[in-house]
């Protein structure tokens, strides 16, 4: 019979965290075994899966390239290791070389497009700049005005408080002198 690893058996023969391996399992369309319970268990072939695509993913290689991957690893001899390592060193630099092709030709395709938007949009682009210029500049000239009328009231209250206290001083000495002459006489 073969021998059976759990989750976290797995985890910790091949390096990587259990929610990783379920994740590459659901990513890349991984066909993992499950117990009479419904619980994963995965292969001696499952684990060399894994290493494999841990190996792919050192050097560089997207999820989506390994993807692509996996059928040519899993047609090799299950029981050889040497020969899906073999493959693996051949087919990395085959599917480097087509992932920055394909890079390549995205962003000369992103640059082509941006190109010809902006020869389309640029007009436009102008324009909006231009109206939200404007628009900034009035906020800010519609708030210094605010600031500025808050300030002038603002010192017409305390001038007005000030002229109050001098007003309410000078009828303090006033009654004072007053109730001083009254009661000097």
Known sequence: METRYTVRQAAETTG???YVLRYWEDELDLHIQRNELGHRYYTGYDIQIFMNIKELKKRGLQLRAIKNLIPQIARTAPGSAES???LLEGEVQECEVLEDEAADME???EILD???EAEQVNPKILEFQ???ERLITQEIQS???DEERCRSLDFAIRRQQM???EAAAANEK???RKMHRDTGK
């Open 130 to 132: 231009a109206i939200l």
């Open 107 to 109: 962003a000369e395709d």
């Open 16 to 18: 990587v965290k259990a």
């Open 143 to 145: 708030k210094n005005e």
């Open 114 to 116: 941006s190109a010809e």
């Open 163 to 165: 002229a109050r206290k």
């Open 84 to 86: 899906k390592v073999k």
């Open 174 to 176: 006033r009654s004072k």
